[in-house]
């Protein structure tokens, strides 16, 4: 069964950084495309990024872009997610995603992955 594992979340204050960590069980998803979203309290899932397979193409939520970065190392079968310059409004659940197609530019907010992981609380405060 494939299972994605997200790690690295915690409390930090406005304005620091935090990593999130998203390991595959599997190699089966090495060649997908990889991706995070995020659930506020009381708000809808969001999209926040995506890569695909090779690293090259990234997508971004306008609310993210220029403060997060997206990276991948195919060979740990890892996703990564570098958060910085964080605010309040970025305190959410992140869900890793993976997908055997990332999504176009133009589609970030369609973009529904076949797999889920179960979600790791980043809070944003002072």
């Known amino acids: 069964q494939v299972q994605l594992t997200e790690s690295g979340g915690g409390l930090v204050q406005p304005g620091g950084s935090l990593r999130l960590s998203c390991a595959a069980s599997t190699r089966t998803l090495s060649s997908n495309a990889k991706g995070w979203f995020r659930q506020a309290p009381g708000k809808e899932r969001e999209f926040v990024a995506a890569?695909?397979?090779?690293?090259?193409?990234?997508h971004y939520a306008d609310s993210v872009k220029g403060r997060f970065t997206i990276s991948r190392d195919n060979g740990k079968d890892t996703v990564y997610l570098q958060m910085s310059s964080l605010k309040p409004e970025d305190t959410a659940v992140y869900y890793c995603?993976?997908?055997?197609?990332?999504?176009?530019?133009?589609?970030?907010?369609?973009?529904?992955?076949?797999?889920w992981g179960q979600g790791t609380q980043v809070t944003v405060s002072s």
């Open positions: 995603v993976a997908h055997y197609q990332a999504p176009r530019a133009d589609s970030t907010y369609s973009w529904n992955p076949n797999y």
């Open positions: 890569i695909d397979w090779s690293g090259t193409i990234t």
